[in-house]
């Protein structure tokens, strides 16, 4: 069978056919897209770019089924995306995008060590620090005016602070991963796109600007990441 993926609130399935949950059956592929969390639609963007029908079920905290004891056994952080591939469960969104890259054989994940380090070094850097940054700021902009903290643009210049680093990367690189597009791109993307998005002020990005205007225009992007 092919695979499929847990996330954002769902399973996603890829590929002629795919194993359902826990009933190892058959199906027709079929698309119901409500991508959510910038993670999760990275996913998205990715199986798009790669042109791999997949199928989705919702799962989330939301539905409040991804504590279930179920899950929890394919995941035991209970968070999404999951991705299940025959026998193997995969969780984490960047493991997921570098599995997805490696099962197909595609040049988003280069081979090449040099090329691969500078890709997978902005991965890493968007979990280990502009995530933290941005769900600070999600959460607090999710609220009311009224109700959000007095700290918000300490908050506002800490994200910031964040996106130049990235600015500074992509003053001298066309692409994220450098030269080329690479999965580094698409890892970035979506969050990105939710942090200039947020009703703050942040400083001048004319690089962020370029770079995102181009992954924009990807038809792919458009279909899951814009929509």
């Known amino acids: 069978v092919g695979w499929v993926v847990v996330g954002g609130g769902g399973w996603v399935g890829c590929g002629l056919w795919w194993l359902c949950f826990f009933l190892m059956v058959r199906r027709p592929p079929r698309s119901t897209l409500f991508p959510d969390t910038p993670l999760f639609r990275s996913v998205l963007w990715l199986l798009e770019e790669l042109?791999?029908?997949?199928?989705?079920?919702?799962?989330?905290?939301?539905?409040?089924?991804?504590?279930?004891?179920?899950?929890?056994?394919?995941?035991?952080?209970?968070?999404?995306?999951?991705?299940?591939?025959?026998?193997?469960?995969?969780?984490?969104?960047?493991?997921?995008?570098?599995?997805?890259?490696?099962?197909?054989?595609?040049?988003?994940?280069?081979e090449d060590p040099v090329v691969r380090s500078s890709c997978e070094t902005w991965m890493?850097?968007?979990?280990?620090?502009?995530?933290?940054?941005?769900?600070?700021?999600?959460?607090e902009t999710k609220k009311p005016e009224e109700e959000r903290s007095p700290k918000l643009p300490e908050m506002s210049?800490?994200?910031?602070?964040?996106?130049?680093?990235?600015?500074?990367?992509?003053?001298?690189?066309?692409?994220?991963?450098?030269?080329?597009?690479?999965?580094?791109?698409?890892?970035?993307?979506?969050?990105?796109?939710?942090?200039?998005?947020?009703?703050?002020?942040?400083?001048?990005?004319?690089?962020?600007?370029r770079w995102h205007k181009t992954i924009s225009a990807r038809p792919a992007y458009q279909k899951v990441v814009a929509a």
């Open 124 to 139: 890493d850097w968007l979990l280990a620090s502009l995530n933290t940054n941005y769900l600070e700021m999600f959460k």
């Open 51 to 110: 042109q791999l029908a997949y199928e989705r079920e919702d799962y989330g905290r939301q539905f409040g089924n991804t504590g279930d004891e179920e899950y929890l056994s394919l995941n035991p952080t209970g968070k999404v995306p999951t991705l299940i591939d025959g026998d193997n469960v995969i969780w984490e969104s960047n493991t997921i995008l570098r599995y997805l890259c490696s099962k197909t054989g595609s040049e988003l994940l280069l």
């Open 157 to 209: 210049k800490a994200l910031g602070a964040q996106l130049g680093i990235l600015d500074g990367h992509l003053g001298a690189n066309e692409w994220v991963g450098g030269a080329v597009m690479t999965v580094a791109d698409i890892a970035l993307g979506p969050i990105c796109n939710r942090c200039l998005s947020f009703p703050v002020e942040l400083p001048g990005l004319t690089n962020i600007d």
